[in-house]
């Protein structure tokens, strides 16, 4: 069964820098990841999809990049509304699989 | 607006089983795939189980194979989750999400999601 690693596990970041979390896939799942965004108490949110495709609505500051086995999420110029978990998952193909989350937090 | 409500969670005993149920509006519901999620307090989200757009197609993760059966009625726009042999380890937040693309898409829509607690 194909395993998603987020890394880090969680990070603290200065309003205005630049963050970076990974998602690594134990098989090739090509482009077919998506990230989301959830905060305390609510539902997830879809940020990014088929890797780098910005959803609906969300902020130009969050991009996706990476192919294969290897993701990123980067949020350039973090703001303090980011504050959150954020997590990425296999679309596509069966398993649906989640990674186990990166905490992002606001010095 | 697409809105995705949930109900039907709440405190079951272990060994025993509970019925989830999604109701959906605001697209055409029969057009696109769906799934529930879900997260165990304070842990991270798991997915549990997708549906085809007719019903023909189901998928679910080792964990729930066999005890979890996903459903729908395209005719109420209704998404279901029967859950039967609950163990303590199902205790969790369940979501049901709009899966885009008309496939097992990414998670464009979700409810609010529903509690289920497993305990004696």
């Known amino acids: 069964n194909i395993v998603m690693t987020q890394s880090p596990k969680s990070m603290s970041i200065s309003v205005g820098d630049r963050v970076t979390m990974n998602c690594k896939a134990s098989q090739n799942v090509g482009n077919n990841i998506a990230w989301y965004q959830q905060k305390p108490g609510q539902s997830p949110k879809l940020l990014i999809y088929y890797a780098s495709n910005r959803y609906t609505g969300v902020p130009d500051r969050f991009t996706g990049g990476g192919y294969g086995t290897d993701f990123t999420l980067t949020i350039n110029s973090v703001q303090a509304e980011d504050a959150a978990f954020y997590y990425c998952?296999?679309?596509?193909?069966?398993?649906?699989?989640f990674g186990s989350g990166t905490k992002l937090e606001i010095k | 607006e697409v809105q995705l409500v949930e109900s039907g969670g709440g405190l079951v005993q272990p060994g025993r089983s509970l019925k989830l149920s999604c109701a959906a509006s605001g697209f055409t519901f029969s057009n696109y795939y769906m799934a529930w999620v879900r997260q165990a307090p304070k842990k991270g989200l798991e997915w549990v189980a997708t549906?085809?757009?007719?019903?023909?197609?189901?998928y679910y993760p080792d964990s729930v194979k066999g005890r979890f059966t996903i459903s729908r009625d395209n005719a109420k726009s209704s998404l279901y989750l029967q859950m039967n042999s609950l163990k303590s380890e199902d205790t969790a937040t369940y979501y049901c999400?709009?899966?885009?693309?008309?496939?097992?898409?990414?998670?464009?829509?979700w409810g609010q999601g529903v509690m289920v607690t497993v305990s004696s």
């Open positions: 998952q296999r679309i596509y193909n069966s398993p649906l699989t």
């Open positions: 549906i085809s757009t007719s019903g023909s197609r189901t």
């Open positions: 999400a709009r899966q885009g693309g008309h496939t097992m898409g990414p998670g464009d829509y």
